[in-house]
């Protein structure tokens, strides 16, 4: 199995900005999707952004606009950027892998970092 473990998560006051990355146990080069999603307390988890092996990204209406993500093949990671944080962004984030391999479909998760955004 693909362990992945994310970091960079914390007390991030309004307005500023978080950088949190996931890195893979393995090579990611081949691997079609990574995302990460949040989930916020009471909530649903939900998307926030996602990168394929080609580069195309998308993110979710709740970040668009003040958020990046990006895949560091060489070294196995993926990282997020969110600018301009508010409140509503308090929430664990989890990144996602998910690639086929020997004809079957994989998927995993990490086990999440805090994002608390409070003054």
């Known amino acids: 199995q693909v362990q992945l473990v994310e970091s960079g998560g914390g007390l991030v006051q309004p307005g500023g900005s978080v950088r949190l990355s996931c890195a893979a146990s393995?090579?990611?080069?081949?691997?079609?999707?990574m995302a990460w999603h949040r989930q916020a307390p009471g909530k649903e988890r939900e998307l926030v952004a996602v990168?394929?092996?080609?580069?195309?990204?998308n993110y979710g209406d709740s970040v668009k606009g003040r958020s990046t993500i990006s895949r560091d093949n060489a070294h196995n990671r993926l990282n997020l950027t969110i600018d301009n944080l508010q409140l509503d962004d308090t929430a664990v984030y989890y990144c996602?892998?998910?690639?086929?391999?020997?004809?079957?479909?994989?998927?995993?998760w990490g086990q999440g970092t805090h994002v608390t955004v409070s003054s």
């Open positions: 393995e090579t990611i080069s081949t691997m079609n999707v």
């Open positions: 990168i394929t092996n080609s580069g195309t990204t």
């Open positions: 996602n892998l998910r690639f086929y391999r020997d004809g079957n479909y994989h998927e995993y």
